[in-house]
Structures are given as structure tokens and as C-alpha cells.
């Protein structure tokens, strides 16, 4: 059973491109989660999808964005790149509950993103 | 605000000792407790959840407990190899997102 695949592994972006991550999640999983790791702030939640709908956000802003298809695979968006969102973006999928999310998280590698 | 607190920080040990992770937290409403294995510049490897009902789960050499009342949860590594080299990381879950503590970076010697 394949796990969670994140691409592009690996970018380099400059300061007020944009950058789209994508996320193929477990089969069978409808809930996708995205966090971003920084040696600073450690792991932060960005949001959360299920049934292709936003069903929470972190605190961030709004130039991060997300969505999800149909077929689960969600995808990420940082529009006006910033110096401080150079970060480790990782994505997670579950088994979620409509009502919660109480089942296990698995996590991709990861998209290693620099800004410069 | 929920809080997920990790000690120690680091941590250098022996090949073959036994240890143990401690993790914090402040929101009595969990749904459960996950820990993970970071190794550099990898993704995080889910090792044990233990739900909200359970007080502990074990896997081969890994035993994790959870005590709501108190808050608190330990992960304990017998016999620790070289191989357990890595940050090790707790997370709560309440409603639909993880809140993770800062990590503790294990270093088995060998």
C-alpha cells in the first residue's frame, strides 16, 4: 500500500513568486493536513481538508492557501513568497470521522522549500 | 492555547540502554496522543497512537502510555540500538489538528 506522496520533493523559489505543493494521499483517505516545519516555530498546522472542504486553519495567512480534489489529492499554495516561508511542508493523511479526526496520521517526505 | 512540552531537549545515551521520552500537554479534551520518528531531513514516522480511552499501546521495543488526568505522556525505548538515532516527536490531537511538542533528539551511542 503506497503511503503518502508529496511533490516536488525539492524547490527554490525567489521572494513574491508563487509555489504550488501537491499531496496524493493513502488510498482510502479523505482527510488531508498540511504543516510547515521551521527550525524556529517547529511544526505549525496550516489546514485541513475532508470531502474537498476546509474543515480547519491554523494562523497563517492568507497568502497560504489549499484545496482538494475529488479524488483526495489535495494541493498547496503560497502566493508573494517571503523569505521566512522557506520550510520542510509536510502533508498528512487519515481515516477521518466526518464528525472528527481521531484516527492515525501518516505523513509524506515532505517539500523542502527555499526562498531566496 | 494548547501546549505540547517535550523533555528533554536531547538526549545522548548508550547502545543497549533503556529510556524514557517525556511528553506534556494542557488540553484535558484530547481525542488522542501520537508519537513520531523524524530522522534529518525526512518526513515524520508515525510509531504509536494511543486514543483518548486506552492508557497505553506497545510496539516490538516501544511502549507509550498516556495519563489525562496528569496530562502527561511517556514513550519508553528498551534495549536502544544506534538505528533509534533520530528527533522523536509527541502530538496531541483535539478536534481535527495536531499540536506537536518541540521534539527530543535521541543519540544512541554505540
Known amino acids: 500500500k503506497a503511503g503518502v506522496t508529496q511533490t516536488p520533493r525539492y524547490l527554490i523559489k525567489t521572494r513574491g513568486q508563487q509555489v504550488t505543493l501537491s499531496c496524493s494521499p493513502i488510498?482510502?483517505?479523505?482527510?488531508v493536513s498540511w504543516y510547515q516545519q521551521t527550525p524556529g516555530q517547529g511544526l505549525q498546522f496550516l489546514f485541513e481538508?475532508?470531502?474537498?472542504?476546509?474543515?480547519n486553519k491554523g494562523n497563517f495567512p492568507g497568502r497560504f492557501s489549499g484545496r482538494q480534489f475529488s479524488n483526495s489529492r489535495s494541493e498547496m499554495n503560497v502566493s508573494t513568497l517571503e523569505l521566512g516561508d522557506s520550510a520542510l511542508y509536510l502533508c498528512?493523511?487519515?481515516?477521518?470521522?466526518?464528525?472528527?479526526?481521531?484516527?492515525?496520521?501518516?505523513f509524506g517526505e515532505g517539500s523542502r522549500l527555499t526562498v531566496l | 492555547k494548547q501546549e505540547v512540552t517535550q523533555i528533554p531537549a536531547a538526549l545522548s545515551v548508550p547502545e543497549g540502554e533503556n529510556l524514557v521520552l517525556n511528553c506534556s500537554f494542557t488540553?484535558?479534551?484530547?481525542?488522542?496522543l501520537q508519537w513520531f520518528r523524524q530522522d534529518p531531513g525526512k518526513g515524520l514516522t508515525s510509531l504509536l497512537l494511543?486514543?483518548?480511552?486506552?492508557r497505553e499501546q506497545t510496539s516490538g521495543r516501544l511502549n507509550a502510555s498516556l495519563d489525562k488526568s496528569s496530562g502527561r505522556s511517556t514513550l519508553y525505548i528498551a534495549a536502544s540500538q544506534p538505528g533509534d538515532s533520530a528527533t522523536y516527536l509527541c502530538?496531541?490531537?483535539?478536534?481535527?489538528?495536531?499540536?506537536f511538542g518541540e521534539g527530543t533528539q535521541l543519540t544512541v551511542n554505540p
Open positions: 498528512a493523511s487519515s481515516f477521518r470521522l466526518r464528525t472528527a479526526n481521531t484516527g492515525e496520521l501518516f
Open positions: 488510498s482510502g483517505h479523505r482527510s
Open positions: 481538508y475532508f470531502s474537498e472542504t476546509q474543515r
Open positions: 488540553d484535558s479534551a484530547i481525542y488522542n
Open positions: 494511543i486514543q483518548s480511552s486506552q
Open positions: 502530538a496531541q490531537t483535539s478536534g481535527s489538528r495536531l499540536t
